[in-house]
C-alpha cells in the first residue's frame, strides 16, 4: 500500500520503521523543529530524522487547517494514512482524502483512557493492564471506530517508560496486521459510557505530594518515570524519584527520612520506598548507590 505516515515521538517511530518494511511511504507529516539547548538549536523530532535519513519526503506544517496544506495532503495519492502521537489536529478533508481514511495507533484500550497522557494515567489509576488500540480517526478526541486491540499487564514494577516500549512495540505490529487484514476486519464502536479521559499531564502535577496516600503515591512515581517524573528539593537541590514500592516503615507524615542506605517518603497513611533516584545534574542510579555519599 502507498501509505502517509503522521507522527512525532519516538513511540511513532517504531510505527514507522514497521511499515516501511511491507509498504511504501509517500511521505511523513511530523511536527516542525523545536529550538532547543544553550545553543539555540533547531532540534527534529525522531521521525524527522529517521525519514530524512531514508530519503522519504517530510513534511512539518504548523496546521493542516488551510485549504493549501490540504490540497497538498490529498495529491500525494495514498491508500491510507496511520497516525501516531502527531500532535495536530486532522480536520474533516484530511480524514476524507484517502479510500481508506486515516488509521491511529492509540495507546491504551478504547475507549478508556482518550487523550493525551493514556500511558501515564492508566498506572497513575492503578489499571491492570494497558495496550494500544487501532482505530479509524473521527472528529471526536479518540472517538473513531476500533478495528484491532492488543493487552499488556500492569504490574506494580512497570513505570510510564516500560509501558511506553512495550507498547510501542504492540503498535508497529498490530497496524501492520491491520492492513493486512484490512478487507475483514469488522469495525466497532466505542461505548462512550465506558470511556474516561487522560488529561495532559501539568507540570505542577510532578511535586512530590506528601497528601496521597502510599499506594497513590507510588504508583503516580512509577507512572511519571522517567518523564516528567515525580521530585522533590532538599538543600536547594532537585531529586527525581523514578522506581518507588509500599514500604511497612514507620516515618512521619511529610517527611523524607534516611535509615541506612535506605530512603522513604512519608505519606498519609504508610511510607513509600525509593529504589531508584536521579539527583539534580546526575545520572540516576539506584537510591542505595546515592547514599553512600550523600545524605538526607
Known amino acids: 500500500m502507498k501509505i502517509v505516515f503522521m507522527g512525532t515521538p519516538e513511540f511513532a517511530l517504531e510505527a514507522l520503521k514497521a511499515l516501511a518494511t511491507e509498504h511504501e511511504i509517500a511521505a511523513v507529516y511530523t511536527k516542525e523543529p523545536k529550538v532547543s539547548g544553550r545553543g539555540n538549536k533547531l532540534v527534529k523530532t525522531p521521525v524527522h530524522l529517521w525519514a530524512e535519513e531514508r530519503g522519504i519526503e ?49 495507546a491504551s484500550l478504547l475507549p478508556r483512557w482518550r487523550g493525551a497522557a493514556p500511558i501515564q494515567r492508566s498506572i497513575e489509576a492503578g489499571d491492570e493492564k494497558s495496550g494500544v488500540t487501532i482505530m479509524k480517526v473521527a472528529a471526536g478526541l479518540d472517538t473513531g471506530e476500533m478495528l484491532l486491540k492488543g493487552e499488556v499487564a500492569i504490574t506494580p514494577q512497570t513505570t510510564g517508560g516500560d509501558l511506553h516500549d512495550e507498547l510501542a512495540r504492540i503498535g508497529a505490529d498490530l497496524v501492520l496486521e491491520t492492513l493486512r487484514k484490512w478487507s475483514d476486519i469488522v469495525p466497532e464502536k466505542q461505548n462512550d459510557a465506558l470511556s474516561c479521559y487522560a488529561a495532559k499531564i501539568e507540570k505542577g502535577e510532578s511535586l512530590l505530594d506528601f497528601s496521597l496516600s502510599a499506594e497513590v503515591l507510588c504508583r503516580k512515581i512509577m507512572a511519571f518515570s522517567p518523564y516528567p517524573a515525580v521530585y522533590f528539593e532538599h538543600n536547594g537541590e532537585r531529586f527525581k524519584v523514578l522506581r518507588a514500592r509500599v514500604a511497612e516503615e514507620r516515618v512521619s507524615v511529610g517527611s523524607i527520612c534516611q535509615k541506612g542506605n535506605r530512603l522513604f517518603i512519608g505519606a498519609i497513611n504508610g511510607a513509600v520506598e525509593v529504589l531508584e533516584i536521579q539527583r539534580q545534574g546526575k545520572k540516576a542510579m539506584p537510591t542505595e548507590e546515592l547514599l553512600r555519599g550523600y545524605v538526607f
Do not use: S, W
Not at 67 to 82: C, P
Open 58 to 106: 517530510v513534511r512539518t506544517p504548523k496546521t493542516l487547517r488551510n485549504a493549501e496544506e490540504q490540497e497538498r495532503f490529498a495529491a500525494l495519492k495514498a491508500d491510507v494514512a496511520v497516525v501516531a502521537a502527531y500532535g495536530l489536529i486532522l480536520p474533516q478533508p484530511v480524514l476524507d482524502a484517502y479510500p481508506m481514511g486515516c488509521i491511529n495507533i492509540h
